[in-house]
Structures are given as structure tokens and as C-alpha cells.
């Protein structure tokens, strides 16, 4: 893969993060029966890990979760997911002194971007629909 792809590759997936960190905010302000907009207002500067917990101490506060556990190690994972390719993929191989090692490194990310960006995608639409479908009004 060649530099300008995975930056174009690695874009679309904090796209695809930031959207989904955004449809928990909106799941969270539709499940909290109050008003949408203060509710959204109350998230506005809430990160990723602070919604989703915040989302799951809601959702269970009727001593039942609506959304499974599995779905929120899911929306963790994605976290971790989002983290790395924020603060991490381009330390791994960027400071390699040896030009083969850094560039069979670097294709080594690149293959795994290319999965989690197409994996993201998918859940992406998961989650939007989630809120288009359950708690939009």
C-alpha cells in the first residue's frame, strides 16, 4: 500500500470512529428521556470512553441492559481500536531506522488498517441505524 492510501484509509476510519462515538451520544440522549438537546449539550465534550460509560450506567439503570453486553465489549474494543489509530499506528513504524524493517512494518499496519477500516464501516451502520431505529423521534 502506498503512503497517501493509508492516509486516506486511516481518515475514513476516524470518520468512522468519530460517527460512531457521535451515534452514542445520540443513543444516550434518546434512551435518557429527557431533553435531546441538553442532553447532547451534557456530551458535548465527553470522550469516547466517558459516552460509553455513561451510556452503559443508563442503559442499566433500570437493572436490565437494552443494548447486550457483548455489544458494549463491542463499542470498547472500538475504543481501543480508535486509540491506537489516533495516538500509536504511525509511532510503530515511522521511527524504524532500517528502511526495509520500517516499510515491511508499515505494510504490516496497512494490512491491519484495511480490516479495521472495512470492519468499522460495517458497525458504523450498526450503530446508526440503532438510533434511526430505536430512539430517534
Known amino acids: ?19 460512531i462515538e457521535f451515534d452514542l ?3 444516550y440522549s434518546g434512551m435518557s428521556g429527557g431533553d435531546f438537546e441538553d442532553s447532547m449539550d451534557m456530551l458535548e465534550k465527553s470522550n469516547f ?6 451510556l452503559k450506567r443508563l442503559d442499566f439503570s433500570d437493572g436490565k441492559l ?3 453486553e457483548s455489544y458494549y465489549d463491542l463499542l470498547n474494543e472500538i ?3 480508535r486509540n491506537y489509530w489516533c ?3 504511525y509511532i510503530d513504524y515511522v521511527y524504524i531506522p532500517d528502511a526495509r524493517r520500517r516499510e515491511n512494518e508499515f505494510q504490516k499496519i496497512a494490512r ?6 472495512n470492519r468499522l464501516h460495517k458497525i458504523h451502520r450498526r450503530v446508526e441505524s440503532i438510533y434511526i431505529n430505536e430512539y430517534k423521534k
Open 1 to 19: 500500500m502506498t503512503r497517501e492510501k493509508f492516509k486516506i484509509l486511516h481518515s475514513e476510519l476516524i470518520m468512522y470512529c468519530q460517527c
Open 25 to 27: 451520544k445520540r443513543i
Open 49 to 54: 470512553g466517558s459516552t460509553l460509560k455513561q
Open 66 to 68: 437494552d443494548l447486550s
Open 79 to 81: 475504543r481501543e481500536i
Open 87 to 89: 495516538h500509536q499506528c
Open 112 to 117: 491491519r488498517l484495511v480490516n479495521e477500516n
